[in-house]
């Protein structure tokens, strides 16, 4: 006979984080045809996906149905050093968020000693100001300025100045 629920038409892969660290939001996530669990290594601390991935495999015996693990790892993204605090639940928040407007000058610094504000934002790479010109677009996802990922931005290029690329924002975000 058939073997209901035992094969899932639609194949999902999901990206596991606040909302969705629970073992009852996990079954669900699996009852709906969740096959791999993406870990995002590059936010968040290793205590909380320590404990999203525990929750994960007693989700996976309660169902009786298993899932593989992708672990993103950090890799040549050029980050954003603004800092974060963590919520309760070890997820990691910016306690100031940013909010850029269309003509706004942003500054991403090379400058390892320069603190994060609304208009100065360090950067990772102590290079990158050697690898842009004047007139380049420079792309920032939302999550990686902002910590969220509700919108992106773009920047242009006016003038590199020692460390500092000088930008203006093409777009709010």
């Known amino acids: 006979g058939k073997r209901e629920g035992l094969l899932t038409a639609t194949k999902l892969v999901c990206s596991l984080g606040p909302s ?3 073992v009852a939001v996990l079954e669900a996530m699996l009852r709906a045809g969740m096959v791999a669990a993406r870990i ?3 936010w968040g601390g290793l205590d909380f996906h320590r404990a999203t991935l525990v929750a994960l495999n007693q ?3 309660n169902t009786k149905k298993l899932c593989a693990v992708i672990l993103d790892t950090l ?3 050029i980050m954003v050093r603004r800092p974060c605090e963590f919520c309760p639940d070890g997820w990691p928040a910016h306690p100031d968020p940013v909010d850029v407007a269309a003509g706004q000058t942003i500054t991403l610094t090379t400058c390892a000693d320069v603190d994060a504000t609304a208009d100065v934002w360090p950067v990772t790479y102590p290079h990158l100001h050697a690898m842009v010109d004047e007139g380049d677009t420079i792309y920032i996802g939302r999550y990686l300025g902002a910590g969220s990922d509700s919108a992106s931005l773009y920047l242009t290029v006016q003038r590199v ?3 500092d690329i000088i930008c203006k924002a093409q777009n709010g975000a």
Do not use: F, I
Request: aromatic share 0%; charged share 35%.
């Open 20 to 22: 969705s660290h629970s």
């Open 40 to 42: 995002d290594l590059t």
């Open 59 to 61: 989700a996976m015996v």
């Open 75 to 77: 890799g040549r993204e």
């Open 161 to 163: 100045e020692d460390g």
